[in-house]
């Protein structure tokens, strides 16, 4: 079972269709996806290796329902044990893990869930990620927004009550360059408590900029942390460079980041493999940076924009909450946000076990927070959206329907020092 | 997995994981308890190394044994450093255990003097590996400053009380790369299994077998329970069935597909 991720559109000149195709089929036309390009700096960090070969090794059938129980009753979860959780052998557990996943949230973070919105404020984009609606060869409506618009937007969303804002464009250096992106955060911190920012990875110095324009997180996915997988999905641009996007995490860390996430898109690769490197991505880096605040997210593949049967394959809700619940048990400390891609009934019972932050209000397209939150006829132009959503609460709705399943919602924990 | 079980220090490899003082009983016993200990390594004063023509304890320590001179009576990272440099010249070696003391009531260690003294002696080249409180923070610290391994004290150095800060060294076993070494306080064999259990790279004890009735056969006590609990550490301790709570509602019953 596979996506047919290629599609082409009427629109694109007959060299860049040849282009495309070209990119598509022959291996060779691309470039070396290990090595950097310039301008890209080079960290040393023993972190890659550490992920990447315990990812390699991982035989996720050798597991059996001793290793699971065996797992579950220990006080600590070893990474032997956490793989047994991520293994076939431990879903008919799925229950017993939910139990212990949500003592372990219940220790850590109460009866809490952290609400925020994400702001797209640009969507042009220099990559060609085949299963993404930003994508350079992919027809849609094409949208920066101007810094009056930036703060229309911030200033629609900041009345909705929404104290922490996650600032995303697509990833263009051209369109969106650094000093733009920290233009659009130094207008948020004055809307916000809390800014993060989802963006193309960029050098220290450069997190060091966007820190003092008031960010303090930083959250990039891998997507998948298969290196010959990540190399037939990201074809064209920056991004395929797949070591420089692995240690954007440090690389903002040491620039004095308070906090970073991280996440691979479930449903491009082995999803097993794919969450186990994305736990242990964190694991490292917190015993690394044991002050930073971490994060895990746990995207699953959306239809996108003329690719509507794009889906995620063989990680249904059944398997993501099986990740959820190893997730939390392995790391009791991380946080897990839930994104507004998994429906209504998905989030609110993930927010039981294992889930700490989820969005609301959500939209993925540019410019349009006004028309929907209010209703009101746009004026201007909008861009078309990165994927479709799934949950659209608005704030106001999500914060009265987590308080009616005995939550406490949290808008704000956090000062900027 | 148990077959090539080495305890690796500063490149060094090891057998044994049961360290042996060698402060508090009879110089005459020494090569005793290093038999019946199987130990490979033993701790020395060096204060205590070269009081006088006769007695001196380095004579009494059989060849092959990797000697591990320690600085107690330091009361500062200088004083410290100056004892560690004066171990090697005497022709101790490289291995360095380094203990600073401000108080004479407690000996507690005092970590920050030590987090200095390791950092400078690293940097000379010793082996070293600080006795501390065990407090995460230093441990990093440590790590930081080039140690070798982090040796936590399990309760006050002497008492024989074992593993009162057993959730603390807990923390550390499971978040620094390093060896964790237990020192002081631990007071019986089945204290030492329990900190091998837990996955402890070794414990040290002194008192425990100087104030043993005998002490040749309380040191083989003592090698047996660091083995059986190596052993039941790597082989990873079964379920415990606990009585909890009658599970609650099903917290799964909202997946679809």
Do not use: W
């Not at chain 2, 610290?141 to 959730?167: C, E, R, Y």
């Not at chain 2, 083989?220 to 190596?230: I, K």
């Amino acid at each position: 079972m596979e996506n047919n991720y290629f599609v082409d559109s009427g629109n694109l000149s007959e060299s860049a269709l040849k282009r495309k195709h070209e990119l598509e089929n022959n291996p060779a036309s691309r470039t070396n996806h290990m090595e950097y390009m310039d301008g890209m700096e080079q960290i040393k960090s023993d972190i890659f290796g550490k992920v990447i070969s315990e990812m390699k090794s991982y035989d996720y059938n050798k597991y059996t329902a001793v290793d699971v129980n065996r797992a579950l009753t220990h006080d600590t979860c070893t990474i032997e044990d956490f793989k047994a959780l991520l293994s076939p052998a431990a879903e008919p557990f799925l229950e017993k893990m939910a139990q212990k996943a949500r003592l372990e949230t219940q220790k850590h973070f109460g009866n809490t869930v952290y609400l925020f919105t994400p702001l797209y404020i640009a969507n042009y984009c220099e990559n060609y990620c085949i299963y993404c609606g930003f994508n350079c060869y992919n027809d849609i409506r094409r949208m920066k927004l101007n810094m009056e618009q930036i703060e229309h937007e911030m200033q629609v969303i900041a009345k909705s009550g929404m104290e922490e804002i996650l600032i995303l464009t697509g990833e263009s250096r051209a369109k969106s360059s650094v000093e733009y992106i920290g233009e659009a955060c130094k207008l948020a911190r004055k809307y916000f408590r809390l800014v993060g920012i989802e963006i193309y990875p960029v050098n220290t110095d450069e997190y060091r900029y966007l820190h003092e324009c008031g960010v303090d997180y930083v959250t990039v996915f891998q997507e998948t942390y298969d290196s010959d997988r990540y190399e037939q999905l990201h074809l064209l641009g920056h991004k395929r460079v797949f070591p420089y996007r692995f240690d954007a995490q440090e690389r903002a860390l040491m620039a004095g980041m308070r906090g970073i996430a991280c996440s691979a898109l479930l449903g491009l690769s082995d999803f097993r493999k794919d969450a186990l490197a994305s736990a242990l991505h964190v694991y490292y880096l917190q015993r690394k940076y044991p002050q930073a605040e971490i994060s895990l997210s746990c995207p699953r593949l959306r239809p996108i924009k003329n690719n509507v049967e794009i889906n995620p394959l063989d990680v249904h809700e059944k398997q993501l909450c099986q990740i959820l619940c190893a997730y939390r048990i392995f790391l009791p400390f991380c946080g897990i946000t839930v994104s507004s891609r998994e429906s209504r009934s998905f989030r609110n019972g993930i927010v039981k076990i294992s889930a700490t932050k989820i969005s609301a209000g959500v939209s993925t397209g540019i410019g349009d927070h006004e028309s929907k939150y209010t209703g009101k006829e746009n004026s201007s132009a909008e861009g078309d959206e990165q994927f479709e959503i799934d949950d659209n609460r608005s704030l106001e709705k999500m914060y009265n329907d987590m308080s009616d399943e005995g939550l406490q919602p949290v808008l704000n924990d956090y000062l900027y020092v | 997995m148990i077959e090539n079980d080495k305890l690796i220090l500063g490149g060094h490899e090891f057998n044994s994981r049961f360290i042996l003082g060698s402060g508090k009983y009879s110089l005459k016993l020494i090569e005793a308890a290093v038999k019946y200990a199987g130990a490979e390594i033993i701790t020395l004063a060096v204060r205590r190394a070269n009081t006088a023509e006769s007695e001196n304890i380095l004579d009494y320590i059989p060849d092959g044994v990797t000697l591990l001179p320690n600085t107690s009576g330091a009361r500062n990272a200088d004083e410290a450093v100056r004892i560690a440099r004066l171990a090697r010249e005497l022709g101790c070696g490289d291995f360095v255990k380094i203990e600073i003391m401000r108080d004479t009531k407690y000996l507690l260690p005092d970590n920050s003097e030590t987090v200095k003294a390791t950092e400078i002696l690293a940097k000379e080249g010793f082996v070293v590996m600080p006795y501390m409180y065990p407090d995460l923070n230093t441990a990093r610290d440590l790590v930081n400053a080039g140690a070798a391994s982090v040796m936590p004290l399990a309760s006050p150095i002497g008492s024989n009380k074992g593993l009162a800060t057993k959730d603390f060294i807990q923390i550390l076993i499971d978040e620094i790369d390093l060896p964790i070494i237990v020192d002081a306080g631990i007071g019986r064999p089945s204290q030492a299994c329990e900190a091998m259990e837990m996955g402890a790279a070794a414990v040290m004890s002194n008192t425990a077998l100087a104030t043993a009735g005998d002490l040749p056969v309380m040191a083989e006590a003592f090698r047996q329970a660091v083995e059986a609990g190596r052993k039941a550490y790597l082989a990873g301790l079964g379920r415990v069935l606990t009585r909890g709570a009658a599970p609650s509602d099903t917290l799964t019953g909202f997946l679809h597909d």
